[in-house]
C-alpha cells in the first residue's frame, strides 16, 4: 500500500508552498544571492541563549503548563495588557503558527468563512482549509491598506471572522491607526472576530504599529510571536491574547495538539523580554533604507515600515512575478513571486535580512534585469 494515495480529502486540499520550490531551486544554484528568506539574519542576544541553555542544564525540560509557564503568562499580560490598554488573557504558544491552528480551530466550523486581505501570509489560506473552513481573499492592492469597504461587501451570514497582519508579510506595510479603526468597527459591527496578527510589532520600523484590541477589545484576537525579533525563529515561540473566556476555553485546543510550547524556549523568554531591541530594529530599518535606495527610479513599490520585506510591482516588460523571478535565478538572485502570497502574479518580495553586500548586489542585478527585460 502507499500511504501516500490514502490521503484525506483535507490533506488532499492543501497545496506545498510556492517558496518551497525558490528553496529547491536555491539548492541547485551555486553561492546564491539568496533575498528569499523569510527569518532574521540578526545574532541571538546573549543573554538569551544563555538563558536556554542554563534552563536546559537546570533541568527545565519537561511539559509545562498547556497554557505556558504562568511567570512568563504573567509577564506577557502584564506588557500586552499595559501596552493596549486591554483586559487580556495570554496563551503561550508554539509559534504564531500554532497559535493561529488553535485560534482558527476554535473559531471556524466546516463551511465557515474568514476574510482576509489579499496578499495574505503564505499559510492563511492553508491553515484555513486545514481546518474546513472557507477562505476569502479580498484584495488590497495597490497601497496594501485595510481594503474596508471590500472587506465589508464580503461579508455573508457564513462569516466568522477577519484576519489581518501588521507590519504584514509580503508588503511590509503597517496598516494605519484609521484602518486598523476600521477594521476593529467592522468586526464589532457584525459581530466577527477579529485575528490580528502582530508577529513583526517589535520590527515596527517608523514608530509603534498600532493593534485592534485597542478598538475593539473584546473581539480580537492578538498572536504574537518571539522568533522574528529575537532570532530564534526555530524556538517556536509566541502568544495568544484574548479578553474574556476565550484563552480558559481554548486551552483545550493546545493540550490535545502542541500539549505546550518548548519548555527551554519559555524560560528564555524570561530573560528575552527585558533585552532592548532598539538596535536590532535600528539595524533592519538601515537595511530598509539601503534597499529601498537601490530599488527607487526602477522599480514601483510601497516603502514598508516594518518586518524585513519589500514587496516591489513587476516591471512591465515581464509577463508575471513567476516570469521575472525565473528570469532573476538567471542571474543567481533569489526572489520570491507574489503568486505565492497573492491571488495576483504582479509582485514579488525580496527579504532584507541578509548582509549589506548581498542587498547591494541583489537590487544591482534586479534593477540591470528590470532595464533590460526579459529576451
Ligand atoms: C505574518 C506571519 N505570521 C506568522 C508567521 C509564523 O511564525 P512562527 O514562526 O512564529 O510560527 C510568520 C513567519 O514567517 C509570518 O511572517
Redesign the pocket.
Known amino acids: 500500500m502507499n500511504l501516500g494515495e490514502r490521503l484525506s480529502n483535507r490533506a488532499r486540499s492543501i497545496e506545498f508552498s510556492g517558496i518551497r520550490k525558490v528553496y529547491e531551486l536555491a539548492a541547485k544554484l551555486k553561492d546564491p544571492i539568496d533575498l528569499s528568506i523569510?527569518?532574521p539574519d540578526h545574532a541571538v542576544p546573549h543573554a538569551v541563549a544563555l538563558a536556554a541553555m542554563r534552563a536546559i542544564e537546570s533541568g527545565q525540560n519537561r511539559y509545562t503548563l498547556t497554557a505556558g509557564m504562568p511567570e512568563l503568562r504573567r509577564k506577557t499580560q502584564l506588557a500586552v495588557n499595559a501596552e493596549l490598554g486591554w483586559d487580556a488573557n495570554v496563551m503561550i504558544?508554539?509559534?504564531?503558527?500554532?497559535?493561529?491552528m488553535v485560534a482558527l480551530l476554535a473559531l471556524l466550523d466546516p463551511g465557515d468563512e474568514i476574510i482576509f486581505p489579499d496578499p495574505y501570509?503564505?499559510?492563511?489560506r492553508q491553515l484555513v482549509r486545514m481546518v474546513n473552513g472557507v477562505p476569502v481573499a479580498v484584495p488590497s492592492y495597490p497601497d496594501f491598506g485595510f481594503p474596508a469597504a471590500a472587506v465589508e461587501a464580503a461579508i455573508t451570514p457564513k462569516t466568522r471572522a477577519i484576519m489581518i497582519?501588521s507590519p504584514?508579510?509580503?508588503t511590509g506595510t503597517v496598516m494605519s491607526d484609521a484602518d486598523i479603526r476600521r477594521a476593529a468597527e467592522i468586526a464589532e459591527k457584525h459581530d466577527l472576530a477579529l485575528i490580528s496578527?502582530e508577529?513583526?510589532c517589535d520590527l515596527s520600523l517608523d514608530g509603534p504599529s498600532t493593534s485592534p484590541a485597542r478598538y475593539a477589545p473584546q473581539h480580537t484576537i492578538v498572536?504574537r510571536?518571539?522568533?522574528?525579533t529575537y532570532s530564534v525563529?526555530g524556538w517556536?515561540?509566541?502568544y495568544l491574547a484574548a479578553s474574556g473566556s476565550f484563552v480558559d476555553e481554548i486551552t483545550k485546543l493546545q493540550q490535545y495538539t502542541y500539549v505546550c510550547a518548548p519548555s527551554m524556549s519559555q524560560v528564555a523568554m524570561l530573560t528575552a523580554l527585558d533585552v532592548d531591541v532598539t538596535d536590532i530594529c535600528a539595524e533592519y530599518k538601515r537595511k530598509r533604507d539601503l534597499v529601498c535606495e537601490s530599488l527607487a527610479g526602477t522599480f514601483e513599490f510601497v516603502r514598508p515600515g516594518g518586518?524585513f520585506y519589500v514587496f516591489p510591482r513587476v516591471p512591465a516588460t515581464f509577463d508575471c512575478g513567476a516570469a521575472f523571478c525565473n528570469a532573476a535565478v538567471e542571474r543567481n538572485v533569489l526572489i520570491i513571486p507574489g503568486n505565492v502570497f497573492s491571488d495576483r502574479d504582479t509582485h514579488f518580495r525580496i527579504s532584507f535580512a541578509t548582509t549589506d553586500a548581498k542587498l547591494r548586489e541583489g537590487c544591482k542585478r534586479l534593477c540591470e534585469l528590470a532595464r533590460r527585460g526579459p529576451g
Open positions: 523569510g527569518q504558544t508554539s509559534g504564531v503558527s500554532g497559535g493561529l501570509f503564505v499559510s492563511y497582519n504584514g508579510n509580503p496578527d508577529i513583526y498572536l510571536g518571539f522568533g522574528k525563529t517556536r515561540l509566541g518586518g
